[in-house]
């Protein structure tokens, strides 16, 4: 009988538990780029798309960065640990996915982990579009900041989380999902400084915050006097 909570618990996870982590994890890039693409065109929005195309971005640094990994350092590449690791849509985890990131090829046990290095640029991205308006945050109060930090923490713990599960299941080693994090932070933080050069503020501008422009920057005058009328 001391025994039976542990049991129960066990259960629950093989049962229960495991699949559905299995099965979000192997969503979780289609639905990503498929839910932007999605609310982009609903939306209208122009951040959005940009979004989109840095989604698309990440995969083709992704496809490249492999290959050129895996021939310079084999050691990088982690054995394929089964259909747990595997990406797309299935009924069943025996059959075949169905996957837009077929397009970009199949990578199973590359560095970077596929899954892992889109997840973590796209955070990366909008954490670093949020500091890129940090002035503008402060102004609308301090219910805001505190969002943000709420929010940066909680891409942190999203990030591990989905490492760790990863990991659990022999689709990455430690080495491996870390330095797959920290190439994602980094592709995030570069592809957001590019698109800010290409589409200026409002192609970043994620959460459409209004835009504090320095008047004396840009040479032009803090107050416009009217004419004296005679």
Known sequence: MADAPRTAALA??????????????????????FGTLIFSFLTMSY????LLLFQLETLVVQRFSSSLFRTLFPTLTVPFAGE?????????????????????GTTGGSFPSRPLFLLTAVLSYLMTSLMSFQASIE??????VTRSTIATVGSV????????????NGCDTFLHGM?????????????????RAIFGD????LLGLPVIVNKLDKGTPLAICAPTVN
């Open 84 to 104: 747990q690791c595997k990406e797309g849509y299935y009924s069943s985890p025996s059959e075949a996915r169905k996957s837009i990131l077929a397009l970009f």
């Open 139 to 144: 102004n609308l109060g301090e219910d805001y």
């Open 12 to 33: 629950f996870r093989d049962a229960v538990a495991s699949p559905v982590a299995n099965r979000i994890m192997a969503y979780m890039p289609d639905t990503l780029i």
């Open 202 to 205: 409002e192609g970043i501008n």
């Open 179 to 195: 330095a797959t994090i920290v190439f994602g932070v980094g592709m995030g933080a570069a592809g957001l400084f590019l698109h």
């Open 157 to 168: 713990i999203l990030v591990l989380t989905v490492f760790v599960l990863y990991w659990r």
């Open 47 to 50: 951040p959005l798309l940009i």
